[in-house]
Structures are given as structure tokens and as C-alpha cells.
């Protein structure tokens, strides 16, 4: 069974930063994608950053310029750098594998992060 464990969540004030961590239990070299979501209460969850195999990168347009998303493969950890953070960041957040090759897709628990104002 695949997992993956997300680590780095926890409260911050507005401003500060905090960084994601989501280890995979398989080898992540041959995923199409890894990415990070988050969903707060009462709404829909959202892409926050992506990044494909080939290193291309898309964050939605809420944290351009204050998070960053990295993957290590030969740790089979995606990452996320999340600074400047504000009160509306605060949502769980979950990574996501893809593999295009059988439409493979794989979701962590979920981390908590919650931004004070």
C-alpha cells in the first residue's frame, strides 16, 4: 500500500513560515506529477504548486512569490516552502502523486496549518 506522510503543519503567525514535507513509501522518479492541495472549511480543495518530472512548476495565483515547491527523488519527498504567510493560507493541506501511466493517484492524510492574524 502507498503512502504518503506529510510533516511541517502547525500554527504561525501572519508573516512567518513554516515548511511541508511529504515523504512517499515508492519510488517517486517515474511520477508524472507531485503537487500540494489544500482545502479550508467550507470550501473546495484547491491546487496550491505542482511539479511535474521534467521540473516544470505552477503555483496558484494566490502564492506566487511566497511559496515554493521542490522535489527530491532520491529522497521521494516533494516539499513545500511556504513564507509571508497570511491568515487566509489556513486549510489542510495534502500532497498528491500522479502517475500518468495508469492514471495512478495518491493523496497523504493531510497536514494542518493554521495562520493568526
Known amino acids: 500500500q502507498v503512502q504518503l506522510v506529510e510533516s511541517g503543519g502547525g500554527l504561525v503567525q501572519a508573516g512567518g513560515s513554516l515548511r511541508l514535507s511529504c515523504a512517499a513509501s515508492?519510488?517517486?522518479?517515474?511520477?508524472?506529477?507531485m503537487g500540494w492541495y489544500r482545502q479550508a472549511p467550507g470550501k473546495q480543495r484547491e491546487l496550491v504548486a505542482s511539479?511535474?518530472?521534467?521540473?516544470?512548476?505552477n503555483y496558484a495565483d494566490s502564492v506566487k512569490g511566497r511559496f515554493t515547491i521542490s522535489r527530491d527523488n532520491a529522497k521521494n519527498t516533494v516539499y513545500l516552502q511556504m513564507n509571508s504567510l497570511k491568515p487566509e493560507d489556513t486549510a489542510v493541506y495534502y500532497c498528491?502523486?500522479?502517475?500518468?501511466?495508469?492514471?495512478?493517484?495518491?493523496w497523504g492524510q493531510g497536514t494542518q496549518v493554521t495562520v493568526s492574524s
Open positions: 498528491n502523486l500522479y502517475f500518468m501511466i495508469g492514471g495512478r493517484q495518491y
Open positions: 515508492i519510488s517517486v522518479i517515474s511520477a508524472n506529477t
Open positions: 511539479i511535474t518530472r521534467g521540473g516544470n512548476i
